[in-house]
């Protein structure tokens, strides 16, 4: 069964800090996807990352890939309060199955 | 246009009622999915249909029927739900080819009564 598991489940930091959060998933997998989520709110894609060793950025958000570790980062640069939110990964299942496992999910609450 | 559309946004119903809900797309996605989301948690796979066939079933309670009349609509029939069925209902599309994300839908917030 895969699984995938993301630290921290609770982030609270400054504005102007850096901090990463982790996603680690327990099968043989190339496809992982970053998602953010408000409250209340449905899910919105962030990152689609398809081989070891990608890397995708957009303003303060990075995210890396390593298939062989079963890892993926994703990277806070200089946080602002507007990147409250909560932070999923996803994992494809099998190959052929096209089924998106979610990560336990990290609430992240940037304070001002 | 990369949305997906559920209806409607919030449903309040009975355990002897029955109610559909709702999901459209016009992305061309032939995969398409029911996920249920817990507070506070992730969200949770039900079904699975590629190309209008149902591929994934998670062992979900025959109380959740879902149907998927076309390429482009999804529904998911509810039936005699208990009370810890009240989560938000999202659905979601992708291409039925790997390495493609998911599209989410605003979701059904259901609360049964």
């Known amino acids: 069964e895969l699984k995938v598991e993301q630290n921290p489940l609770f982030l609270s930091m400054q504005e102007g800090k850096n901090y990463t959060i982790y996603c680690n998933y327990s099968?043989?997998?190339?496809?992982l996807y970053w998602y953010r989520q408000d409250p209340g709110k449905s899910l919105e894609s962030l990152f689609v990352?398809?081989?070891?060793?990608a890397v995708k950025q957009e303003g303060r958000l990075m995210a890396s890939l390593d298939t062989k570790a079963r890892l993926s980062t994703l990277h806070i640069t200089a946080a602002v309060h507007d990147l409250s939110a909560t932070y999923f990964c996803?994992?494809?299942?099998?190959?052929?199955?096209?089924?998106?496992?979610f990560g336990t999910g990290t609430r992240l609450k940037v304070l001002a | 246009d990369t949305e997906v559309t559920q209806t409607p946004k919030h449903l309040v119903m009975g355990m002897t009622n029955k109610k559909s809900l709702k999901c459209e797309q016009h992305?061309?996605?032939?995969?398409m999915y029911w996920y249920k989301q817990k507070a506070k948690k992730p969200p949770e796979l039900m079904f699975v249909?590629?190309?209008?066939?149902?591929?994934i079933n998670e062992s979900v309670p025959s109380r959740f029927s879902p149907e998927c009349p076309n390429s482009s609509l999804l529904n998911l029939h509810l039936h005699a739900l208990q009370p810890e069925d009240s989560a938000l209902y999202l659905c979601?599309?992708?291409?039925?080819?790997?390495?493609?994300?998911?599209?989410f839908g605003q979701g059904t917030r259901l609360t049964v009564v």
């Open positions: 979601a599309s992708s291409l039925d080819r790997e390495g493609t994300e998911a599209f």
């Open positions: 996803a994992v494809d299942g099998l190959s052929g199955t096209y089924k998106y496992i």
């Open positions: 990352l398809l081989s070891n060793g």
């Open positions: 249909y590629s190309y209008e066939k149902l591929s």
């Open positions: 099968t043989t997998s190339d496809r």
């Open positions: 992305m061309g996605h032939r995969a």
